[in-house]
């Protein structure tokens, strides 16, 4: 028999859906929000020679540039002010919850619930500022060492720079927390969703002409089609498989009656971290690369070359340190989002068990078990979507916006944001049963 959320999901419909008030803001909002951020891509920035910067990304577009310009939703290639993105605050955020893992102080002050995330968030957002700080002055720095691209360099040049880049960066931070806020879906995902979403039909477009014109052999084009539908059917199958723990209630007596014991599941999703490993990945590989990306090969420090050629697009080491990276985030989220003591004990209290196993401690370690075994193959399903259609791309000379952490996110994203979607919904119909409910009940009582 259908539970009764699952007959109110079946009896959705358009008119449900248009009598929802809220949801309908939270969707424009979200709408408007996404907008003002794609007007702000085309933002340039001040004291740039447009056709010298154009001529220098072209020639490390297929680089590490491509994966800064994925990210930042086509603004590095504009060079507009929000070409730094998101990402600092990506690599803030990882630093505070690695550090929240390891300082008991932060471990404290996230044992005190939402004052104690208040008081983290905005430690996060201090360290957005200082990253986003010394990243907008290396790319400022690397600018003027580009021939021809900055008009008038110097330290009003570089002021200038950091302060619209730190500016664009700190802006579509508060926008994110706003459309989590008061909109639908997360904030950050879908600003990285939006600009990867309004870029990839060109770079199917550009992938197609470069088929046309000979310069990638026509099986090519088609291998690389066939990959991108392949790997989208493979995603949206990952990302709803669960492994589903059979969870058992006992009898139990309510006055004179006695109720049957019922069972459910408790659902872990075969990708419990989503996309976050990948971002978290890429986040951190282009960290130390802002500086090298933006200069001119010859005006780097030895070192800073050996960085710039070993982490490039499609590296032997660089592959590496990223499968690495997916799979240290992809454990490292799925423990911070599921605790397998909390949930044991909130069956032991529930009265629920696990055939079997014995309640409480034993539950727990059952649970963690099933847990890890199922993030091993999570990991694994990203570390092959995001790494194998990289190697071929990169070799070849395609877009970044083809490669499979951006199909992941743009299938990925769109099914949490549905999944919000239809979570409203459900309240929304909750909401005019208990309604009626009452009306009745007034009804009778008269």
């Given amino acids: 028999m259908a539970s009764?959320?699952?007959q109110l999901a079946a009896n959705m419909s358009f008119g449900n859906f248009s009598k929802a008030t809220e949801l309908k803001q939270r969707?424009?909002?979200?709408?408007?929000?996404?907008?003002?951020?794609?007007?702000?891509?085309?933002?340039?920035?001040?004291?740039?020679?447009?056709a010298a910067y154009a001529q220098a990304f072209g020639q490390q577009s297929q680089g590490v540039l491509g994966l800064f310009n994925m990210f930042a939703g086509g603004a590095v290639e504009r060079l507009a002010i929000f070409a730094l993105g998101i990402m600092p605050y990506i690599s803030a955020s990882i630093i505070m919850q690695l550090m929240t893992s390891s300082f008991p102080t932060l471990q404290a002050l996230k044992k005190e619930g939402a004052q104690g995330q208040k008081v983290i968030n905005q430690y996060t957002r201090y360290g957005t500022v200082i990253l986003g700080t010394l990243q907008a002055y290396g790319i400022a720095v690397g600018l003027e060492s580009g021939q021809g691209i900055v008009a008038d360099p110097g330290w009003f040049f570089r002021l200038s720079t950091v302060l619209s880049l730190l500016g664009g960066t700190m802006f579509l931070m508060w926008l994110g927390e706003q459309i989590t806020a008061r909109g639908v879906g997360n904030g950050i995902s879908l600003i990285i969703f939006a600009g990867i979403a309004a870029a990839l039909p060109g770079a199917v477009v550009q992938l197609l002409q470069q088929g046309a014109s000979g310069v990638i052999a026509t099986p090519v084009v088609i291998g690389v089609l066939l990959m991108m539908v392949c790997l989208i059917g493979a995603i949206v199958f990952v990302e709803r498989a669960q492994r589903?723990?059979?969870?058992?209630?006992?009898?139990?007596?309510?006055?004179?009656?006695?109720?049957?014991?019922?069972?459910?599941?408790?659902p872990l999703k075969l990708n419990t971290a989503g996309v976050i490993p990948p971002i978290f990945a890429s986040s951190l590989l282009l960290l130390p690369l802002t500086l090298s990306s933006f200069a001119a090969s010859e005006s780097l420090p030895g070192w800073l070359s050996v960085i710039a050629g070993t982490l490039g697009r499609g590296q032997p080491v660089y592959l590496l340190l990223y499968a690495l990276l997916i799979v240290f985030f992809a454990f490292f989220y799925t423990s911070l989002v599921f605790n397998p003591k909390e949930t044991a004990d909130n069956l032991k209290k529930q009265g629920g068990f696990i055939p079997g196993i014995r309640p409480g401690?034993?539950?727990?370690?059952?649970?963690?078990?099933?847990?890890?075994?199922?993030?091993?193959?999570?990991?694994?399903?990203?570390?092959?979507?995001?790494?194998?259609?990289?190697?071929?791309?990169?070799?070849?000379?395609?877009?970044?916006?083809?490669?499979?952490t951006s199909l992941l996110i743009m299938v990925s994203v769109p099914m949490d944001t549905i999944s919000q979607v239809q979570g409203h919904l459900l309240a929304h119909q909750y909401e005019g049963l208990v309604k009626k409910s009452k009306l009745r009940g007034g009804k009778r009582r008269r």
Wanted: with cysteine.
């Fill in 244 to 266: 589903r723990l059979l969870v058992q209630y006992p009898k139990r007596q309510v006055g004179m009656k006695m109720f049957q014991g019922d069972s459910s599941h408790l």
């Fill in 361 to 404: 401690e034993r539950t727990a370690e059952y649970i963690d078990k099933v847990l890890t075994r199922v993030t091993v193959v999570g990991a694994l399903y990203l570390v092959i979507v995001c790494l194998i259609p990289e190697v071929f791309l990169s070799n070849i000379g395609i877009s970044a916006f083809l490669g499979g």
């Fill in 4 to 6: 009764a959320a699952e």
């Fill in 27 to 50: 969707i424009w909002f979200t709408l408007g929000a996404l907008i003002v951020y794609r007007l702000g891509t085309y933002v340039p920035l001040p004291g740039i020679n447009p």
